[in-house]
């Protein structure tokens, strides 16, 4: 009985057994799936917004709920619209998964005259600090479309600024009308020229920038030298008006000086024509004179080196009191010929071995000394009296 009891038992428990099992892996599943599902909200990109106020001067057409725009592509909406003063106040909100640049800017665009309009946030961020959460876009970085409204008041002011209670009041404009049809009756084809030289004349300046471009940067140095150079130019001008008034103060003197000077320049004409032939003569002398100069000039050099020692020799030698030139005889050297003829050689340029062999030719021959009698019958006199005398 027992083991019909038992026998049963056996399956029963381990169909438990695997019940179990299956519900703790079904609830670990889920558990890991859950995990997996935080973690993807927390760490996934792009799964928050950001906030942000832009101030405009204006909102028509701009609600809750509309939307804000990067490319034309919706990134959020309005928050709230409120007015603050002479300003409008937006609040808005967009998915962080967008950067905006720091320095955006915001503009209300109207698609159409009729549908709603939203915020765009230009420009698109490329690098650099991106706009921080809650941070405001100030009016000056704002902007907003003209109504349609506002362009219909602006053209009725208008009209009545040129109606029958304005400008027309009298008829004037209406004669200005007049008058205009009148003088460009006809003067089509002349206008039309008139705005195809125009033309011409525009390209020819665009194809030309670059040189006047040039020039006027070329003007600019000279003018910024000029401010720089401001005192120079100013004593320059001074300097300039005070030999125009000193010119003008002698006008007369110039005028006459230049009379002078034609008669003169006649005169000289005239003699030139009367002696063209003496004149050619004398300028072939001149031209032969400075040829020779020319070949002579070392020894012209020569004379104008020893002239001023010459004329001081000359002045130190004059005698006032007896008017006579005074020199101091040399005895020993009219004693010695070879002395003598040797300053006389070296005078005129003749180098030292002349000097040389006449010492040695006169050493060969006794030279009486002073006092004695004259050399022997038939033996030269050496002295300066014999060679002067001739032997006599």
């Known amino acids: ?36 599902a935080v973690l993807c909200a927390a760490l996934w990109p792009g799964g928050g917004s950001r906030d ?4 405009f001067t204006r909102a028509v057409g701009l609600y809750k709920g509309s939307d804000v725009r990067i490319l034309g592509v919706r990134v959020g909406e309005v928050r709230s619209v409120k007015a603050e003063g002479q300003r409008v106040r937006v609040d808005f909100t967009y998915d962080d998964r967008y950067k905006v640049p720091a320095d955006a800017k915001a503009v209300v665009v109207a698609p159409s005259v009729v549908s709603d309009r939203y915020v765009q946030l230009t420009p698109v961020y490329e690098t650099g600090p991106v706009l921080a959460d809650g941070a405001s876009i100030a ?9 349609l409204d506002r362009i219909f008041s602006s053209l009725n002011d208008l009209n009545v600024a040129l109606g029958p209670e304005g400008a027309n009041k009298n008829g004037a404009l209406s004669r200005l009308l007049q008058v205009g049809a009148e003088n460009l009756d006809g003067q089509g084809t002349d206008i039309n020229r008139t705005v195809t030289d125009f033309s011409k004349a525009l390209t020819t300046l665009a194809a030309g920038k670059e040189d006047l471009f040039g020039t006027v940067r070329n003007l600019q140095v000279f003018t910024t030298a000029l401010a720089q150079s401001d005192g120079e130019v100013r004593a320059f001008n001074q300097d300039l008006a005070s030999v125009a008034d000193q010119l003008a103060a002698e006008r007369g003197e110039l005028a006459l000086a230049l009379k002078n000077l034609a008669v003169a320049l006649a005169e000289v004409a005239s003699f030139v024509k009367e002696n063209k032939q003496n004149l050619t003569t004398d300028i072939e002398g001149l031209a032969d004179i400075t040829g020779t100069l020319a ?77 004695e009698q004259g050399p022997p019958s038939g033996a030269p006199d050496l002295t300066l009296g014999g060679i002067l005398g001739g032997g006599q």
């Open 1 to 36: 009985m027992s083991r019909a009891r038992t026998g049963p038992r056996r399956p029963a428990v381990a169909a438990a057994a695997r019940v179990g099992r299956r519900s703790a892996t079904a609830i670990a599943a889920v558990l890991v799936l859950a995990l997996l």
């Open 52 to 55: 942000g106020t832009a101030y």
């Open 139 to 147: 009016l000056s970085r704002t902007a907003v479309p003209v109504e």
């Open 295 to 371: 070949k002579q000039k070392d020894a012209i050099a020569e004379t104008l080196e020893v002239a001023p020692t010459a004329l001081s020799n000359l002045q130190l030698a004059y005698n006032p009191s007896s008017g006579t030139l005074d020199t101091r005889n040399n005895a020993e050297q009219s004693q010695n010929p070879s002395l003598y003829l040797c300053s006389l050689l070296r005078s005129v340029g003749q180098p030292q071995s002349a000097c040389d062999q006449i010492d040695k030719v006169l050493k060969r021959a006794p030279i009486p000394k002073p006092g």
